[in-house]
Every structure is written in C-alpha cells, then in structure tokens.
C-alpha cells in the first residue's frame, strides 16, 4: 500500500480571505477539513479558523456518521460563541483504502479516477451552516482506487471551472502541477479571483513525495 500524498493551495480573492485547510496525517492515511467562512456576516473567517478543533480533539476514526456527529458537536459550539459566524465545511479521512466524510455547505469532495467524477458529498445539506444550531451534517463513504485523486475544495473552485475541465487537470501525473492547473482554470482574465479557493489533491503513491503549496 503506497503512502497518501497530497498537495494543497490557499487563495484570498481579496484581503486574508475566509477559506482554511486544515489537516493531520497518520500511518495509513490523513485527516482534512476544508472550510468557507459565510460571506456578508461577521466571524466567518473566525469560524473558518476554529475548524481544526475538529481534528485536535479526536482520534482519526472510520466511521463515516462519527465525523457527521464531530460537526454537529462543532456547529454547537460555534452557535455558543459570539465572537465567531457560521461556516461551510467538509471533513475527509484516509483510512488505509477507505474515504470517509461528512459536509455541511458547499464545499465538497470527489473522486476523480480519469475522466470518471464520484461527487462524494452530492445530496449535502447547503443550509444551515455550521454555527447556526441547526446545521444537518451528512456522512459519505468511498474508497481510494489505484491511481484516483482525491479532490477537497471550497466553492472557489466547484463554482467555477467546469467538471470536466476539473477531471482533466486531475488526470495530470503531478498533485503540485494538478493544483496550479485547478487554480489558473477559475481566475479571470486580470489574474485575480472571483471567489477565495481552497483546494487538496490527495492520491495514494510510492513513487512522489508532497510539496505543500500555500
């Protein structure tokens, strides 16, 4: 079994942005969260932020419905809090073959083997985001095949390159030129972005070692 290596960029459309990555990694695997603080209310950065509660406080696990219930666990607590806003969010771990997940939003994760798209998070809860009190987390489950990138991204990217141009990019044999790729495919003409991008290419390799780009 080759090890998980990943790549990974952050990208403010202006100012410091509200998107995060957060991530941890084990022997067989990795634990992400990528997060979207909601836009046009205050604290969605903040919110953004608090994510990696989700990974510091817990063991990885392999149960799809136990990540769905660390973000409702998550979701209470930032309801609680007044300094922080609400926040869209997908949760995924690696264990060994297994893909597991749970989202609330619009960020989403899919499995991408050549030009074949698994929408992992298709049929989420858009709304109510986390920090509401009443967000609805969703559990999902798949499994890493041989040679599929693992894609994990906020609306910056889903939004606005089209699937097929996604897959294709993610056909590409390098995580770090797959990632540049996905990020040039959603800027405008002057360079700049519509929206912030968080994204993580992950695949399952022997052969390449991870270059983390932020």
Known sequence: M??????????????????RIHHRSNGTGGEWVVADGAGGMAGGAAAADRADWLLSHHSITCCPDELAYRLSEFDDQLHRDDLVGEVAAVH???IDQDVISASVGDCEAWLIDRRDINRMTTGQSRKPLLGSGISLPRPFHTELTPGATLLIGTD?????AAPAVIAEHCAHPDLNTVIDRLVDAVRLPSGGLQDDIAVVAVRRSMDQVARIGF
């Open 2 to 19: 080759g090890e998980v290596i990943e790549a990974r960029a952050v990208i403010a459309a202006r100012g410091a942005g509200e998107d």
């Open 92 to 94: 995924v771990a690696i």
């Open 156 to 160: 910056g990217l889903f939004k606005y």
